[in-house]
């Protein structure tokens, strides 16, 4: 079931009216209610699947009592290698099998051997690095006694598989979302109402910028031979406005469902495009993924605290897992790459903690300076989509090769009405830059003008959507 | 609660009237697959020759031009899925049925179920032709609901060319499409051409489950005494250069093995055939009017051809 499809306009409000008027009075059917809505919800994808996250939550939902009951240091190690193992393992097998299986095969082929092994035809369950990694943070959090462990398993299950964050985040951490299960949630009118907003814009984003860029990008990437490079440049231009559209759309969507059921998730962008340094960039672009990985694999490597050297190699590894993480392929692994060798100026230059205010604070237009900053973070980010997008890396190379050519400078055979579009719609996120979403519009003290945006936004949806594409994180 | 729910209740009312107008909108207003059904459904008894395909047949098989009383059933982008589910309807109320003519085009024989168009088609099959579509559930809110299926935009554009024509139906009492009655100029059809046969091109060799169908068709004529002919319309032949030679082998191939193992089955291709000219497209892959009455011509000579024979 798609946030974006008729189906979910007609099982969210049931599901709305039944948790707050049905089932509002005991907490524990409520999150029953919620844990089978959840498991419903993921059904609809393949209900095949639901077997996984029933054992990554039995798993982890044991584990963490386990880890409760003893202090010893080598059994508490035990406990959470079975996690980590369990769950690496199921993520491994079902998303990595395959890539490992041909990455050794060319390997022991460059060296004349062949490598009698055969890749599986394995389907990838929806959402599975999501949940894994939301369930891993759980126990790595027990287990290094920064949170208790639950004992309430309706309360786990419905954490670890709560339907608005389920398949495409953002990935919570237990300290957030898991008390929020243990307490009983009030009905909270402006926080629904703010959730609704959300919901208009992530609609906005995922079936207008979105799926109307996917058209040109499918076209631009798939006969890229064809084109010269300023039009491959706006691919890539267009690439970056899809995948933003798409997944902070789909955040938005997710956050907004959450608050209208009570819940406060965290927020996964901020604004990406206008970050001034990469710095800034990974901590406005998929935040619960970044911060995840600042927590339990940076950090752990030593961070910053360390030489330069180990550093620059903790640098590295977070961003090549990071590439990793998006899926089996080459192509990620260099996107990651790319991140890191542009990150490593930022260490150099003791950078990497700048601009963590917005740019340009009260001001109407962007200086001089905050404009380059911004234009050659987003350049830098627009090449390595190149990679993120291509179908491997000779793909992205050729494209590259094209997109840098002297045909770079002449006229692109691109939709200048979308490109303006885009234009104007970062004109908006550069006033709201200060907001929370785009749509925190409570400055407009006139109701009829604020609900008049609403209308006017509901109408481009209606009428500008593009054709209906999958949402792209779900692949991950 | 209840303020937010009256809130969002009265946001919704105007959607909800555009909706309510919309579903209106085409429960009333006769389109290509209602006039269609209708015409079909009431006169059956004395159609001599049946026409299924898509828009090639649709736009390219005037039954005007045929001495046999004719029926075009072909319709914009009908794949052999919906060419089978209408002929088992209504093959049991067409007495005098004598020739079936189905369409093969490049498209036909890898065509896969509920993509492209039939995603939105379907519905339509379903709620304006009274087909049973097994591709559509039970539970798919679409099926009640035609506003649902197209977005907005083309609903609007729907209402617009209907303020505009006076109709939506696109077809003649026989069920011939009578709107392609312009040309091209030659460099505008080879610009044309490569967009199309990009297009067309699904990667696609496998003909299994498209030949399985044929082959079910074939077999219900048979048991009728019902003789079939599988065309392979005329296209410009800068679009059929740009297409995959061999999937075109292939298609070809699959047509006359249809032909030499069923004994009511006959071939004509005319994808290279000479006689249709630039003129006679309305664009690279589409016969327009003037091309439309020498394709029935030659149809319905090769017709008469069998029935003295």
Same mark, same amino acid.
């Not at chain 1, 099982?11 to 959840?38: A, C, D, E, G, H």
């Not at chain 1, 059904?43 to 939902?61: E, Q």
């Given at each position: 079931?798609?946030?974006?499809?008729?189906?979910?306009?007609?099982?969210?409000?049931?599901?709305?009216?039944?948790?707050?008027?049905?089932?509002?009075?005991?907490?524990?059917?409520?999150?029953?209610?919620?844990?089978?809505?959840?498991?419903?919800?993921?059904?609809?994808?393949?209900?095949?699947?639901?077997?996984?996250?029933?054992?990554?939550?039995?798993?982890?939902?044991?584990?963490?009592?386990?880890?409760?009951?003893?202090?010893?240091?080598?059994?508490?190690?035990?406990?959470?290698?079975?996690?980590?193992?369990?769950?690496?393992?199921?993520?491994?097998?079902?998303?990595?099998?395959?890539?490992?299986?041909?990455?050794?095969?060319?390997?022991?082929?460059?060296?004349?051997?062949?490598?009698?092994?055969?890749?599986?035809?394995?389907? @990838?369950?929806?959402?599975?690095?999501?949940?894994?990694?939301?369930?891993?943070?759980?126990?790595?959090?027990?287990?290094?006694?920064?949170?208790?462990?639950?004992?309430?398993?309706?309360?786990?299950?419905?954490?670890?598989?709560?339907?608005?964050? @389920?398949? +495409?985040?953002?990935?919570?951490?237990?300290?957030?979302?898991?008390?929020?299960?243990?307490?009983?949630?009030?009905?909270?009118?402006?926080? !629904?109402?703010?959730? %609704?907003?959300?919901?208009? %814009?992530?609609?906005?984003?995922?079936?207008?910028?979105?799926?109307?860029?996917?058209?040109?990008?499918?076209?631009?990437?798939?006969?890229?031979?064809?084109?010269?490079?300023?039009? %491959?440049?706006?691919?890539?231009?267009?690439?970056?406005?899809?995948?933003?559209?798409?997944?902070?759309?789909?955040?938005?969507?997710?956050?907004?469902?959450?608050?209208?059921?009570?819940?406060?998730?965290?927020?996964?962008?901020?604004?990406?495009?206008?970050?001034?340094?990469?710095?800034?960039?990974?901590?406005?672009?998929?935040?619960?993924?970044?911060?995840?990985?600042?927590?339990?694999?940076?950090?752990?490597?030593?961070?910053?605290?360390?030489?330069?050297?180990?550093?620059?190699?903790?640098?590295?590894?977070?961003?090549? %897992?990071?590439?990793?993480?998006?899926?089996?392929?080459?192509?990620?692994?260099?996107?990651?790459?790319?991140?890191?060798?542009?990150?490593?100026? @930022?260490?150099?230059?003791?950078?990497?903690?700048?601009?963590?205010?917005? +740019?340009?604070?009260?001001?109407?237009?962007?200086?001089?300076?905050?404009?380059?900053?911004?234009?050659?973070?987003?350049?830098?980010?627009?090449?390595?989509?190149?990679?993120?997008? +291509?179908?491997?890396?000779?793909?992205?190379?050729?494209?590259?090769?094209?997109?840098?050519?002297?045909?770079?400078?002449?006229?692109?055979?691109?939709?200048?009405?979308?490109?303006?579009?885009?234009?104007?719609?970062?004109?908006?996120?550069?006033?709201?830059?200060?907001?929370?979403?785009?749509?925190?519009?409570?400055?407009?003290?006139?109701?009829?003008?604020?609900?008049?945006?609403?209308?006017?936004?509901?109408?481009?949806?209606?009428?500008?959507?593009?054709?209906?594409?999958?949402?792209?994180?779900?692949?991950? | 609660?209840?303020? @937010?729910?009256?809130?969002?209740?009265?946001?919704?009312?105007?959607?909800?009237?555009?909706?309510?107008?919309?579903?209106?909108?085409?429960?009333?207003?006769?389109?290509?697959?209602?006039?269609?059904?209708?015409?079909?459904?009431?006169?059956?008894?004395?159609?001599?020759?049946?026409?299924?395909?898509?828009?090639?047949?649709?736009?390219?098989?005037?039954?005007?031009?045929?001495?046999?009383?004719?029926?075009?059933?072909?319709?914009?982008?009908?794949?052999?899925?919906?060419?089978?589910?209408?002929?088992?309807?209504?093959?049991?109320?067409?007495?005098?049925?004598?020739?079936?003519?189905?369409?093969?085009?490049?498209?036909?024989?890898?065509?896969?179920?509920?993509?492209?168009?039939?995603?939105?088609?379907?519905?339509?099959?379903?709620?304006?032709?009274?087909?049973?579509?097994?591709?559509?559930?039970?539970?798919?809110?679409?099926?009640?609901?035609?506003?649902?299926?197209?977005?907005?935009?083309?609903?609007?554009?729907?209402?617009?060319?209907?303020?505009?024509?006076?109709?939506?139906?696109?077809?003649?009492?026989?069920?011939?499409?009578?709107?392609?009655?312009?040309?091209?100029?030659?460099?505008?059809?080879?610009?044309?051409?490569?967009?199309?046969?990009?297009?067309?091109?699904?990667?696609?060799?496998?003909?299994?489950?498209? !030949?399985?169908?044929?082959?079910?068709?074939?077999?219900?004529?048979?048991?009728?005494?019902?003789?079939?002919?599988?065309?392979?319309?005329?296209?410009?032949?800068?679009?059929?250069?740009?297409?995959?030679?061999?999937?075109?082998?292939?298609?070809?191939?699959?047509?006359?093995?249809?032909?030499?193992?069923?004994?009511?089955?006959?071939?004509?291709?005319?994808?290279?055939?000479?006689?249709?000219?630039?003129?006679?497209?309305?664009?690279?892959?589409?016969?327009?009017?003037?091309?439309?009455?020498?394709?029935?011509?030659?149809?319905?000579?090769?017709?008469?051809?069998?029935?003295?024979?």
């Amino acid at each position: 079931m798609l946030f974006n499809t008729i189906d979910f306009a007609i099982f969210m409000p049931i599901v709305f009216l039944l948790y707050w008027f049905v089932f509002k009075k005991n907490i524990k059917i409520q999150n029953l209610f919620l844990l089978i809505t959840s498991y419903f919800f993921y059904a609809c994808w393949d209900w095949r699947f639901l077997g996984l996250i029933f054992v990554s939550s039995l798993v982890d939902y044991l584990v963490g009592l386990s880890l409760a009951k003893t202090e010893e240091k080598a059994k508490r190690k035990t406990l959470l290698i079975t996690s980590l193992v369990v769950n690496l393992g199921i993520l491994g097998f079902f998303k990595y099998y395959n890539f490992f299986i041909e990455s050794f095969q060319e390997v022991f082929s460059l060296f004349g051997r062949s490598l009698e092994s055969s890749s599986l035809n394995i389907l @990838l369950p929806v959402g599975i690095s999501f949940y894994t990694f939301q369930t891993l943070s759980y126990t790595i959090d027990v287990y290094r006694k920064r949170i208790e462990p639950t004992n309430n398993i309706l309360s786990f299950f419905t954490f670890v598989s709560f339907f608005p964050q @389920l398949v +495409a985040g953002p990935i919570e951490r237990a300290s957030n979302l898991l008390p929020q299960f243990e307490r009983k949630r009030q009905f909270d009118y402006a926080k !629904s109402v703010d959730g %609704l907003r959300l919901i208009l %814009l992530g609609l906005f984003k995922k079936m207008v910028i979105a799926d109307n860029c996917a058209l040109a990008v499918n076209e631009i990437f798939t006969n890229y031979s064809e084109y010269n490079g300023s039009t %491959l440049f706006f691919g890539a231009f267009f690439f970056a406005f899809q995948i933003y559209g798409d997944f902070s759309g789909y955040s938005d969507i997710a956050i907004g469902t959450a608050r209208l059921l009570g819940f406060d998730l965290m927020q996964n962008f901020n604004s990406p495009y206008l970050s001034r340094n990469l710095g800034e960039f990974w901590r406005r672009w998929h935040i619960s993924l970044s911060t995840w990985f600042r927590d339990y694999v940076y950090i752990p490597l030593g961070g910053n605290q360390v030489s330069k050297a180990k550093w620059i190699r903790n640098i590295f590894i977070v961003f090549l %897992l990071s590439g990793f993480w998006h899926g089996a392929n080459w192509t990620f692994i260099i996107w990651g790459f790319i991140h890191a060798l542009f990150f490593l100026p @930022l260490i150099f230059q003791n950078k990497n903690g700048h601009f963590k205010d917005v +740019a340009d604070p009260g001001k109407l237009l962007p200086s001089l300076k905050s404009v380059v900053q911004i234009g050659s973070t987003f350049l830098i980010v627009l090449v390595a989509w190149v990679f993120f997008r +291509a179908e491997n890396v000779t793909h992205a190379f050729l494209y590259l090769q094209e997109m840098f050519s002297v045909s770079l400078f002449s006229f692109p055979m691109v939709s200048k009405g979308l490109v303006l579009f885009l234009m104007v719609y970062m004109i908006f996120e550069w006033l709201q830059r200060d907001k929370k979403h785009l749509l925190e519009i409570d400055f407009i003290r006139s109701k009829p003008l604020r609900i008049a945006v609403y209308y006017c936004l509901a109408f481009i949806i209606f009428y500008f959507a593009g054709d209906t594409q999958p949402f792209i994180y779900f692949q991950f | 609660m209840k303020k @937010l729910l009256t809130h969002i209740g009265l946001f919704l009312i105007p959607i909800l009237m555009v909706w309510i107008l919309a579903e209106v909108f085409y429960r009333t207003v006769p389109n290509n697959y209602s006039y269609k059904h209708k015409q079909i459904s009431n006169n059956n008894n004395d159609i001599d020759v049946l026409v299924l395909g898509d828009s090639h047949t649709f736009y390219g098989i005037n039954p005007e031009w045929l001495s046999l009383k004719t029926y075009n059933l072909a319709n914009v982008s009908q794949t052999i899925y919906f060419d089978k589910l209408l002929f088992e309807k209504h093959i049991n109320h067409l007495p005098k049925l004598k020739y079936l003519i189905l369409s093969v085009e490049y498209t036909t024989l890898s065509q896969a179920d509920n993509t492209q168009e039939d995603i939105w088609r379907k519905y339509f099959y379903h709620t304006q032709m009274d087909l049973d579509v097994p591709l559509i559930s039970w539970y798919n809110p679409k099926k009640y609901s035609l506003a649902l299926v197209r977005k907005f935009d083309k609903t609007w554009k729907s209402y617009k060319d209907f303020r505009k024509e006076g109709s939506l139906i696109g077809c003649d009492s026989r069920g011939w499409g009578n709107t392609y009655l312009s040309t091209m100029d030659s460099l505008e059809i080879q610009r044309v051409s490569n967009t199309t046969a990009k297009k067309h091109e699904d990667g696609s060799m496998d003909f299994s489950l498209n !030949s399985k169908r044929i082959q079910e068709i074939i077999d219900l004529c048979k048991e009728r005494h019902i003789e079939v002919l599988l065309v392979n319309m005329p296209v410009f032949t800068g679009y059929l250069d740009r297409l995959s030679p061999e999937k075109l082998q292939k298609i070809e191939t699959a047509c006359e093995a249809f032909e030499s193992k069923n004994p009511n089955v006959s071939h004509i291709n005319f994808l290279r055939d000479l006689r249709f000219e630039l003129t006679d497209f309305e664009d690279p892959d589409h016969l327009n009017a003037q091309g439309a009455k020498k394709c029935s011509l030659l149809i319905n000579e090769y017709l008469e051809q069998k029935q003295t024979d």
